[in-house]
């Protein structure tokens, strides 16, 4: 319930051959580690560790395994398990990273400066790659070659840059349409540039980890991970060794989990939620939000009070139990509750008030009749249509939900279960009255599809105050508060929940805190693995 109170067009992404960048081979025993090490002193404080010497010969016992999908590869942009991903964010830092909070953290990334679609990154001097060859703006400029192709899983993220240039140590990328969290898209792996790497092997990134390797540099087992000493942040992990298992099946690596085999692990809750689970856990915020979109092109829907009866009488947290089992967010605004920085401005409580949407329905004259709906002195009844996802049955236990909620106050509802592109297709064409639907908000937190016409998921006439506001902070002319107060006064979609995920984990494993779709592996410098555990503590 809330109180009353231009989007990225697609970009082709060209890239000519002269993007590749022919960074000449640096060996460890001719990098300069002295320099290196005064660098990272007047960085971090502390000296580079430039031993990294195992006997893996000798390794007959590791302090963690992690589940993997056999066969996949570890490349970080188009491997193609959820599992082998999750693996990759131990292999390959970022320029910057998004935290628990929903907030920004610098990595590689020394600074960031935005101006309009340019934006500018300083990398961090000092910081070495896991076989102790520098990281240089270079090898930034070649991973995002790599990361903004067609077939990369980052590809979608970086549609709105345009051109990626280097010049020293500042990596400057152009944007086709001007955003202020532009910037916070820009977490996608870095990898060395070899030009005369085995294309065989995986990349070579500066992670916490990195795959086991013999003295001439060569992969003995994909599925062994040892401690990267050359990390650039001065506080290490503790866990030395991980080794990889391959499952077939979420149930399968939590009952792994359960009985000591399997040390960890990530669901996003979309392949089902797992039953009974018997270890600890950790609730994760995901920046997925399941919303209501309404056609005001409808009469009815086209009056704000009733657009606000709707949300009045919708109780987001009985959403998200319904449809989610506890394992959703209730909406109290447009964006996450869990991004600290905006939510303080967004008004919703997650609890419906039968009151004030009664009151709202009564001052646009409807009134009940004998069957129970509300209708206006000409006789139009505020009855609707909702396409749902006949397939997904968490979005028919929270359409069930919706209904009955609405009926409380006299609004009919009947839900028409139909396939997933057939809804899509529905809902670009404005055939509906409701829709129930998913969004996947990126990094950049730009919700602007969800209102703005002819983008295939609102239709109606413009809602002003909010494209304009939004407009204004997406330019940096605005504060995000004044969008969120148009918003909530117009109300052109209805926030419902935001989804969670899961992290599990073994009793043998301590110091798991919070962490984030993006850090599955977040402040796991303060991770470590004990012999007994302690007992089972469900979070």
Request: charged share 20%; hydrophobic share 35%.
């Amino acid at each position: 319930m809330y109180a009353p109170k231009i989007i990225r067009q697609i970009a082709a992404l060209l890239l000519a051959g002269a993007m590749l960048f022919a960074v000449a081979g640096c060996e460890e025993n001719d990098y300069d580690w002295a320099a290196a090490e005064e660098r990272r002193s007047q960085l971090y404080h502390t000296s580079l560790d430039t031993e990294n010497k195992i006997d893996i010969s000798k390794i007959t016992d590791t302090d963690m395994t992690l589940p993997y999908a056999a066969g996949d590869t570890f490349n970080p942009y188009t491997c193609q398990s959820t599992l082998t991903k999750n693996i990759c964010y131990l292999l390959y830092d970022s320029l910057i990273q998004i935290n628990p909070d929903f907030e920004v953290e610098y990595v590689i990334a020394k600074s960031v400066k935005v101006d309009h679609t340019i934006i500018h990154v300083q990398i961090r001097s000092g910081i070495v790659f896991s076989n102790g060859a520098p990281l240089t703006a270079a090898d930034v400029s070649y991973s995002y070659f790599l990361a903004s192709r067609k077939e990369s899983c980052y590809y979608n993220q970086l549609k709105n840059v345009t051109s990626c240039s280097v010049n020293g140590m500042t990596v400057t990328f152009v944007m086709q349409n001007e955003h202020v969290n532009s910037f916070r898209l820009l977490d996608f792996p870095i990898v060395h540039y070899d030009p005369n790497a085995d294309k065989n092997l995986p990349h070579i990134g500066s992670g916490r980890f990195k795959f086991a390797t013999l003295q001439d540099g060569k992969s003995i087992d994909k599925t062994l991970l040892i401690k990267n000493n050359k990390w650039y942040n001065p506080d290490k992990v503790s866990i030395e060794t991980i080794a990889l298992k391959e499952l077939p099946t979420v149930e399968s690596i939590v009952h792994s989990i359960e009985i000591g085999t399997v040390s960890y692990m990530y669901t996003d809750m979309r392949d089902g939620t797992p039953k009974n689970v018997n270890a600890n856990f950790r609730k994760v915020d995901i920046n997925h939000l399941l919303f209501l979109g309404m056609n005001t092109n409808d009469t009815s829907l086209a009056d704000e009070n009733v657009r606000h009866a709707i949300s009045y009488a919708i109780s987001t947290n009985e959403v998200a139990a319904a449809g989610f089992g506890g394992m959703a967010l209730g909406a109290t605004g447009p964006f996450t509750p869990n991004w600290k920085a905006v939510a303080k401005y967004q008004t919703g409580s997650g609890r419906s008030s039968i009151s004030l949407a009664q009151d709202a329905l009564d001052q646009s004259g409807y009134v009940i009749v004998n069957n129970g709906i509300r209708e206006d002195q000409s006789g139009k009844q505020l009855s609707f249509n909702m396409l749902v996802c006949r397939r997904n049955a968490r979005h028919m236990a929270a359409a069930e939900s919706i209904k009955s909620q609405l009926a409380r106050v006299g609004i009919n509802v009947d839900i028409t279960e139909i396939s997933g592109g057939g809804l899509i297709k529905r809902a670009e064409e404005g055939k509906y009255h409701l829709y129930l639907a998913e969004y996947s908000v990126q990094n950049d937190m730009d919700i602007g599809q969800l209102f703005t016409p002819e983008q295939g998921l609102y239709n109606g006439p413009i809602a002003y105050d909010s494209v304009r506001t939004y407009t204004n902070y997406r330019l940096g002319l605005g504060e995000i508060e004044d969008f969120i107060t148009a918003f909530e006064g117009e109300l052109p979609f209805i926030p419902l929940c935001y989804l969670m995920g899961m992290s599990v984990y073994a009793r043998t494993l301590e110091g798991v805190g919070n962490i984030s779709e993006d850090q599955l592996f977040y402040n796991m410098q303060q991770w470590k693995v004990t012999k007994t555990g302690p007992s089972s503590e469900k979070q």
